[in-house]
C-alpha cells in the first residue's frame, strides 16, 4: 500500500517538474529576445561604430531627425519624432476602431439572432487572422486612392495618399476584428440577473445595452483596447506601405507623410550594413520599452475603471 | 427581427453590388468629363518621389544630376518627399499621383508612366552606348585575387564567366535581364578553347556570387546561360549590397562563411575598394564594367513636362537650392527655358 502511494506521489511530481520545465522554456524566450535585442541595441551608444563615434542617447530619443548628414558616415540618429508620431497613429487608430469594434461586438453578443451572430463571428475571426502584408498591400491599391480623392476634395494636395490618414484606417481595420473577438467575449459573459434587472427595473433595451451591459464588460473591453493598441504600436509592414516614410518632422496633420518606429526600422534593412543596421535594433529596444510602458499604463487604467463596477 | 436582419443583409450586399459597378462606370464618365475639365493643374506642387539611401539607382540618380552629397543624406531633400521602393514608384507615376516625381531603372520604364528626356535625349540602349543619354551608373564585377579562390577550378570557372560576359552570347543574355550591355564582336565558341575548364563535368563544384541586389536580375541570368556551356558548375547567389562586392572577394568578409568568388557593384568601386588588404593595387583583370544601367525620370502620363536637364532636377530636389523648383509651372516654365 505505502509503495504504491509513494509511487504515485514520485509520478505528480515529476509531472510537475516537467509542467514547470514547459513553463520556464516559454518564458525564457522573451527573455533570449530581451538580451539578443538589448545587446545589439545598446552596442552604438557604447562602443565606437567602426569610427563613426558613440551615438548620443539623448539625441537618439529626443531628435526630430532620423540622420543629420550622409548614411554610413554619421551617427546623429534621432527616433523622438517617432516615438511621437508611432504614438499618434496607435491611439488615433484605437480611437476610430474602439467604437467599431465596441457596438459590433455588443450586436453579435446581445442582439443579433444565433445564425447572424455566428456568421459575423466567424466572419470577424477570419479578418483577425489575415496577415499584415495583405493589409497592406489592400491599403496601398484602395486606401491610397480614397485618402487622395478626399485630400483633393479638401483643397489640400496628398502625395499619392501617403499620409497619416490611410495609415491610421489601415491599422484601425486591422485592431478592429482582434478588439471585436475579446470585447465579444466579454459582453456575453455579463451576468443575467444583471440585464434582467435592469429591464425589471423598466430601463429599455437600448439603456440596459449601453448603461449596464457595457458598463459590466467594461474590464473587457478595455483588454481589448490593450490589446488593439498593442498590435498598432507594432505593425510594420502594413505602415511601411501606406505611410510615406518621413525623415524629420513632428505633424499632427492628417494628410502629411507620417512614419513610425517600426516601418523606418524595416526601409533599406536589406541593403544596410553597420551603424545603420544596429541602430535598428536599438530603435526596436525604444519600442518594446515604450509598448510596456504602454501597456503599463493602460492596465493600470483599467484596474481603476474595473474598481468603478466590481 | 430575423426578417429585419435577413433583409439589412441582402440591401448590404447589393447596394455594395451597385456601388463597384457604379465606380467603374463613374470612370467612364470622367474621362470623357476630363475634356472640359483641364485634367492636369499646373499650379499644384511637385511631389517628389526617391529610393532608400541605401539604394544604388538613387546612387546613380543623384550622382547624373550632380547631387551626390544627397545619395546618402535625406536631409538635402526638399520638404515632404516619399521614400518608396521601384516598384512603388511606378504605381504611384501611373496612377495614383498626378503630380509626382520619380526615378527608376531603365529596364523597369513601362508605358503606364511617362520617361522624361534628358539633355534632349530619350533613353534607351543606343542613347546610352554612344553615350549621348547620361543619367546612367555603371554595373562592375569583381573577382578574388590569383590563387585565393576555394580551388583553382573554381579559379578557371570564375575567369571564364568573366570572359563570357564580353561575349555576343552574354551580352545578349544581359540585355535581356534589363541592362544595357556593353558593345561585343567576340563569340564564345571562338574563345571557349581558352578555358579548358569548361570542357569537364563541373556538377560538383560551386562558384559563389554576390553584391549588388540591383544585379541580381541580371547575374543570376548570365549564370543561368553560362552554366550549361561549363560543365554545369553549381551557381550560389547571395546579393546583399553593392558595399559586400569588395568587402568579400578582397576585403574584411573574403575569407568568412560569406566570403564570395564573383562579386558585382552598381557603381564605380571607390578607391578604398580598388586595393587589397595590404594596400597594393588590384590588377586590372580583377575589376571590370559588364553593362550600364540607365536611370530615367518618370511623371504621370498626363503631365506636360517631357525635357529635363541635371540642373533642373537637382533644382526640384534640392532643399537649399538657389533657384528651387516648388510647383509644376515652374517645371515647365523651366523647361521652355532649356
Redo the contacts between chains.
Sequence with gaps: MKSKNTLKKVVDKIVENILFGTAILSASFIVLIVIVIFERGITPFISDNDGLGQVNLLRFLTGI?????????SNAYGIGYLIISTLYNAFLALLIAAPIATLTALFIAKI??RW?GNLLRTIIEILAAIPSIVYGLFG?GFI??VV?NLSVSFGV?S????SVLSTVIVLAIMIIPTMTVIAEVAIRSVDKSLIQGSLALGATQTQTQFKVVLAAAKSGIFTAAILGVGRALGEATAVA?VA??R???ITFNLF??TATLTSTML??M????GL?YTIRFSIGLVLMVIILLTNLTLNFIKRKVGRMYA | MNMHFKKGIWLTGFATLLAACGGTSSSVASSTASSQVPSFNAENNIVLYTRDTTSGTRDGFMGGIGFSAAAKDDNLLTEGFIIADNTAILTAMSGSDKYGIGYVSLSSLNANVKGLTFNGIEASEDTVLDNSYGLKRPFNWMLRADGDFPSDTVENIAKAFVAFMTTIEGEDTIAGAGAVALATNTRWDDIKSQYPVCDQDNSAITVRFGGSDSIEKVAKAVTASFRPRCGNFVAEHEHTGSGDAWKRTNGAQKDEAVGKDVGFASRNFTAAEQVDLNGTALPSEQLGQLAWDAIVAIVHNDNPLSNVDADLLKRMYEKAAANPIRTWQDALDAEAAL
Design positions: 531627425v532620423y540622420l543629420d548628414g550622409p548614411t554610413f558616415l443579433a439572432p447572424l496601398a491610397l486612392n487622395y494636395q502625395a499619392a495618399g501617403f506601405l510615406g516614410s525623415r524629420s518632422g502629411d507623410t526601409l533599406g536589406k541593403e544596410t550594413v545603420d
